[in-house]
Each structure stands twice: as C-alpha cells, then as structure tokens.
C-alpha cells in the first residue's frame, strides 16, 4: 500500500524567505506525486505534478518540487514568500495502475510579514 | 476557466437523516471521485466512479454510501442515515481522460447533530 508522509504539521516563516515544505512517499511500484494547496476557506488546488520526465517541476507562482526517487521524496520549495502563500498544502501520490489520490497530513504554511 | 462546482457549501442535519450532496463536475471529464476531510485530518479518498459505475471504493464507503450520475452534469453523493462520525467537509473531484491531474471542487462542509 502507498503512502504519504509530511512531518512537518506547521511551517511559520517571515516574508522573503526562503521556504521547503518536505514529503516523503511509500510505494512500492511507480507513482505519480502532486502537491495541493488549499487557501482559507476554499477548496483544494493543484499546484504542480510529477508524472515523468525532468525531477525538477515547477509552478506559475514561484514554486518547485523535485523528485527524489532514491529519497522517495518530493519536498516544495520556493525561494521567496509572500504573505499570499499563507494556505495549507497536501502532498499527494498516485499509483500507475489506479488513479485514488493518497494524500499527506497537509502543511501549514504561515507567513509573516 | 472551467471549475468543479459544489452545492450546497454547508448541510447542516440531523443524525439518522439523508443526505445528498451535489457536484457538478468539469464539463469534458470522465472520472469522478469523491474525498471526505474530517476536520484536523488528512483527505480521504471515498470512491472513484467512471462510465456510470464504481471504478473504486474504500473502507470508508459503506452501504451508507452510494454515488450516482442522475443527469449528463451532475455527480452526488448520498449517505442514507448520516451518522455523528459523518461530519466533515466532502470534496468532489473530476479528471480528463487524457491527464492524471484531479480537479476539486469547493466541498460541502456536512455538520451532523
């Protein structure tokens, strides 16, 4: 069975800085990796996926990920946040041969100015 | 740009009571899925649904559960005696056939008294 792991429950962080949310996966066949974000009182919104190709994905508003397959991680970055970043974000994972999302606990991500 | 919709965005209900909950998903897309959210924990998949049956189900969708495309637009999901452990916030979902990516709606935050 597949899992998600995001140890990181709440990430306070000042605006500007730099900024790495981490996820670890489980599987033992090959996965499709996506990250969420979900802003206050709204629904959940895909910020980027990895489904093969270049390990280093990258997002419209400034984020990244990449994939580790060795780590089986798949941690977000973003080099500079801003106070419009403040949301919680869901890892997710998907195997090849089913499409369920499995999804991480989520992390918070609280910027401060 | 297209959305998956939601109705309503809160229900409010009385244990032992029916309850149905709408999506309406993206208008080209084939795969449809519903995910619960109880409040503090990850997103758990429900089910998955494509060419009018199940494709997946998980522990979670009981006999309670039932799912159903009424129409050529809408998706809902129905728990026949709602339960207390029932409250949380419902997530429709819908995917392309040709992509990997799901697209969420707003949910439906179900409050169970």
């Known amino acids: 069975a597949q899992s998600v792991t995001q140890l990181d429950s709440q990430v306070p962080v000042f605006e500007e800085a730099p900024v790495e949310l981490r996820c670890n996966y489980s599987s033992s066949v090959s996965v499709y990796l996506f990250w969420y974000v979900q802003y206050p009182n709204q629904g959940l919104q895909l910020l980027l996926k990895y489904l093969s190709g270049s390990t280093l994905v990258e997002s419209i508003n400034g984020f990244e990920a990449e994939f580790n397959k060795s780590q089986t991680s798949f941690h977000l970055r973003k080099p500079s946040v801003h106070i419009s970043d403040t949301a919680e974000y869901f890892c997710a994972v998907s195997v090849s041969s089913a499409d369920k999302l499995i999804f991480g606990t989520g992390t918070r991500l609280q910027v401060f100015p | 740009e297209p959305e998956v919709t939601q109705t309503p965005s809160h229900q409010v209900t009385q244990m032992g009571q029916e309850v149905i909950l709408r999506c309406v998903p993206i208008?080209?897309?084939?795969?449809f899925y519903w995910y619960r959210q109880i409040l503090g924990q990850k997103v758990e998949f429900l089910v998955s649904?494509?060419?009018?049956?199940?494709?997946?189900k998980s522990e979670i969708f009981d006999d309670q559960f039932s799912v159903e495309r009424p129409d050529g637009s809408n998706f809902t999901l129905k728990i026949r005696s709602t339960k207390l452990e029932d409250s949380a916030m419902y997530f429709c979902a819908s995917r392309a056939d040709t992509a990997y990516e799901q697209y969420f709606g707003p949910g439906t935050r179900l409050t169970v008294t």
């Open positions: 649904f494509y060419n009018n049956e199940i494709s997946e």
């Open positions: 208008s080209n897309h084939l795969y």
